[in-house]
């Protein structure tokens, strides 16, 4: 599923095709994808001006001038195609700006969803309501990360992954997070060292930054609105890299798996905990 840095490439990839654009047609061509679409979509979008273009955790937001929101999630397999050369049967909503434009959500899975909420109630939505600071916020830094830790017994990399603590951190970044601040992914939050966090509170958002540089990590169905592929996956240092060396001690990198999912470390430079 896509993560931070794979969602803010979309929106910022969208943002020069649609930014103060009106909606000359929506056509939803299903009446739904994961969920049901909003009643009426196509004719509350149609004649409204995007005025704004942005993220919240792993979700694009899209306000319009009519003072409604429009939440996109991409799901598994979701993308946003711009000016597509036909519409294929997994496009299954198609955006019609006055510039000209064609834009298509494509969802093969149907995984993704739509929805369109009033803007001043937009983070009371279901979707949005519980989710922690943003990573590259100004309320995330070393002193969130010392209380989310502090008399926990989760997994670091548990705790970082719920997303009512953090927003929009996924497994991919999680594990490189952890590899380079050093820390076991199955450190409990309690024995995370202070050193451990002050280096940890800089790796989260250096490597969201580095990801998004990239236009993220293409594993399998994310590109940018343009078609462009994401290139980060080619500097992970840890994760999807099983028995290849560390880059650092050149000790073959582990994988272990945590609540279904395969966390990915160096057995050296990120110790076990002594519990």
């Known amino acids: 599923?896509?993560?931070?840095?794979?969602?803010?490439?979309?929106?910022?990839?969208?943002?020069?095709?649609?930014?103060?654009?009106?909606?000359?047609r929506v056509v939803a061509h299903r009446p739904d994808l994961r969920?049901?679409?909003?009643?009426?979509?196509?004719?509350?979008?149609?004649?409204?001006t995007v005025v704004r273009l942005g993220r919240r955790a792993k979700y694009g937001l899209?306000?319009?001038?009519?003072?409604?929101?429009?939440?996109?999630?991409?799901?598994m397999s979701g993308r946003m195609r711009?000016?597509?050369?036909?519409?294929?049967k997994h496009d299954h909503v198609v955006f019609e700006t006055?510039?000209?434009?064609?834009?298509?959500?494509n969802d093969a899975r149907r995984f993704g969803s739509l929805d369109l909420v009033a803007t001043a109630q937009a983070d009371q939505h279901p979707l949005l309501a519980s989710i922690g600071p943003e990573p590259l916020g100004p309320d995330f830094g070393l002193a969130l990360l010392a209380r989310m830790f502090a008399n926990r017994l989760a997994p670091a990399k548990a705790l970082l992954l719920d997303q009512r603590l953090i927003a929009g951190l996924g497994n991919i970044y999680v594990c490189e997070a952890?590899?380079?601040?050093?820390?076991?992914?199955e450190?409990?939050?309690?024995?995370?060292?202070p050193a451990q966090v002050a280096r940890l509170a800089p790796a989260i958002p250096a490597v969201l930054m580095e990801a998004?540089?990239?236009?993220?990590?293409?594993?399998?169905?994310?590109?940018?609105?343009?078609?462009?592929?994401?290139?980060?996956?080619?500097d992970f240092a840890v994760y999807g890299r099983e028995g290849a060396d560390c880059g650092l001690c050149a000790t073959p990198v582990a994988r272990i798996v945590q609540s279904g999912r395969s966390s990915f470390f160096c057995p050296t430079c990120q110790p076990a905990p002594r519990i």
């Not at 899209?62 to 799901?75: F, P």
């Not at 711009?82 to 294929?88: F, K």
């Not at 006055?98 to 959500?105: I, L, T, W």
């Open 1 to 24: 599923m896509p993560e931070l840095p794979e969602v803010e490439t979309v929106m910022r990839g969208l943002e020069p095709v649609w930014q103060g654009q009106v909606f000359t």
């Open 35 to 48: 969920r049901p679409l909003p009643e009426g979509l196509g004719q509350r979008l149609t004649g409204a």
């Open 62 to 75: 899209i306000e319009t001038d009519r003072g409604d929101t429009l939440v996109l999630h991409l799901g």
């Open 82 to 88: 711009v000016d597509p050369a036909d519409i294929g």
């Open 98 to 105: 006055g510039n000209g434009r064609v834009v298509a959500f």
């Open 178 to 185: 952890l590899y380079r601040a050093g820390i076991h992914p």
């Open 187 to 193: 450190t409990p939050g309690a024995l995370v060292t």
């Open 212 to 234: 998004i540089a990239a236009g993220g990590s293409t594993l399998r169905d994310h590109a940018a609105p343009d078609g462009t592929l994401g290139y980060f996956q080619k």
